[in-house]
């Protein structure tokens, strides 16, 4: 079964040569160690898409079995896909056969088509590291050490991506904060202001730290 790529030519170009020229004008030079995780925004690509692409190049040249896709799950729970291969305007990737056999809940391929968070990394990861297994997973809020003990195993030879977006700033979102110390800044800096807390209280290592912050911003981070 083949997951359609239903955001291309909304949230990303459909058409393929001006994919690959977008995706190319926004690469970095790759880094010297191997990357083992990477932290990647998933909004439209006009909004981040030169982000995700430097992420993405950091790891491009580098050997991995697998990538394991961690998506946040904007309607349901922890699962994985049940399609074989993953559309995209620049090839199909094929899913990795550990989906069949982590014994994780396996989505409907309706709501896996729905999902914008996993979508966004494919067309990333197949220019960047070619038609290399993926194993797309749906996380949901109430997810627990269960499912990193089922992936732990399988991390030292894969790349772990996961697909985040920050801040999600204004009415549309429930989130305009009125925080005194931002007093006489703009939603800009505010926003870089509350994501740089994040990224600091995420880099500690610290999920207590993590979970503080959240608790005392509020931010409307996915994922």
Known sequence: MIRRALHAGTWYTRNPDQLEFQLESWRIEPSVNRPTALLVPHAGYEYSGQVAAAAFSLAAGHSYRRVILLGPSHRGPSDVSTASSLETPLGQLPVDPLAQQLGLGRMRISDDEAEHSLEMQFPLIRHFLGSIPCLPILVSHAADAKLLSLLKPHLQESLLVISSDFCHW??????????????????????????????????????????????????????
């Not at 209280?201 to 005392?216: I, M, R, T, V």
């Open 170 to 223: 204004g009415k549309r979102f429930g989130y305009v904060p009125e925080l005194h110390e931002f007093a006489g800044a703009g939603p800009g800096d505010r926003i870089k202001s509350l994501d740089m807390a994040a990224f600091e209280a995420f880099n500690s290592g610290s999920l207590a730290a993590f979970d503080q912050y959240l608790e005392e911003t509020g931010n409307t981070i996915c994922g």
